[in-house]
């Protein structure tokens, strides 16, 4: 296959992976629907009459709510059959967009790239996580964000496949990039964990519906943490370690006080903050939460925002790649 042929492969996977992810999103909004209590049938005397004269009968209420969980259950299955299904085409796009450029190079070599490898990190690592941590109740969150995403990555941020430049051409782009991803998808999961604490802090325990799938208070906050454990030493590799040794190989120095240094810093500050206080000042909770949830809003505004409201980094990916060799 030529080069346009990959990127045009690469382009259609992320179209189909789209579409896939927006079915899986219907799926789990019918599943969400079918969690709702039904009101309650009211049998006026016709009613009662008819059904005496043989008229179709009127499922009773054990019935009717077999008949939900039977739902719930179909749906909830073909929700995670179709997630699998976009994860695995979204995967055929990166390994697309890769063999598009010549030389043949890792998909992230501008900030379009960047967003749909990320959102891919954050679908595997949901997929990862279903059963370990029960994440059944995420899945139209997680498919939502995913989806919306990709749609602002392909209106907004698509670019033509291009070479990397000089400072981008370099193996610990990938160690530190691989990394970053990775941190970046768990740190994501763990806001949505947290903003559902807030939410169910605030709205209290439900014994039916949407919410009450939702795992109880304590178990979202230890789920959280246990989450955001993991990913705070893979945050610190990619942006203590790695991102040092490659700004020194691209640009002779270890720290250029560049925007995107800073504030991948301030997220490790936040997230420094949050687990320090968790295991010595004992904040648990909604504190815990609001503290994540600032941590994950500097996350994605040092991945994205800089691109658009910083002139001077030199990790601009807006556009096509700007990275460039210091003189």
Do not use: C
């Not at 209590?37 to 009773?60: C, D, H, I, K, L």
């Not at 943490?225 to 610190?236: E, G, L």
């Amino acid at each position: 296959m030529t080069d346009a042929a990959w990127e045009n492969l690469s382009d259609q996977a992320v179209a189909v992976a789209g579409i896939v992810y927006f079915l899986a999103l219907l799926a789990h909004l019918v599943e969400w629907a079918s969690l709702r209590e039904p009101a309650p049938a009211r049998a006026s005397a016709g009613a009662a009459g008819a059904a005496s004269e043989g008229a179709v009968a009127v499922e009773t209420g054990p019935d009717r709510a077999a008949g939900r969980e039977r739902r719930v259950a179909m749906f909830g299955r073909l929700g995670l059959l179709l997630t699998g299904l976009a994860g695995a085409v979204h995967f055929v796009a990166l390994l697309a967009r890769g063999l598009a450029a010549d030389p043949n190079r890792v998909p992230w070599g501008n900030m379009y790239e960047f967003t749909v490898s990320g959102t891919f990190v954050v679908t595997v690592m949901y997929l990862v996580l279903y059963r370990r941590f029960s994440l059944a109740w995420m899945a139209p969150i997680v498919t939502a964000f995913v989806l919306s995403t990709l749609m602002v990555s392909v209106i907004w941020l698509h670019s033509e496949v291009t070479p990397l430049t000089e400072a981008l051409n370099s193996y610990w782009l990938v160690i530190h990039v691989v990394s970053a991803v990775i941190a970046t998808g768990a740190f994501t999961l763990g806001g949505i964990l947290s903003a559902a604490y807030l939410v169910k802090d605030r709205r209290g325990e439900a014994t039916s519906g949407p919410l009450a799938r939702v795992p109880s208070l304590p178990t979202l906050d230890r789920v959280s943490y246990r989450i955001h454990a993991f990913a705070f030493p893979v945050w610190t590799f990619a942006v203590l370690i790695t991102g040092p040794i490659w700004a020194h190989e691209a640009w002779s120095s270890y720290w250029n006080w560049d925007p995107k240094e800073v504030w991948a810093f301030i997220t490790w500050v936040v997230y420094a903050a949050y687990l320090h206080a968790r295991s010595t000042a004992g904040w648990k909770g909604r504190n815990a939460a609001i503290l994540a949830l600032v941590g994950v809003a500097t996350l994605w505004f040092n991945f994205i925002g800089i691109n658009f409201f910083s002139t001077t980094s030199q990790h601009s990916y807006a556009e096509i790649v700007t990275v460039v060799a210091r003189p």
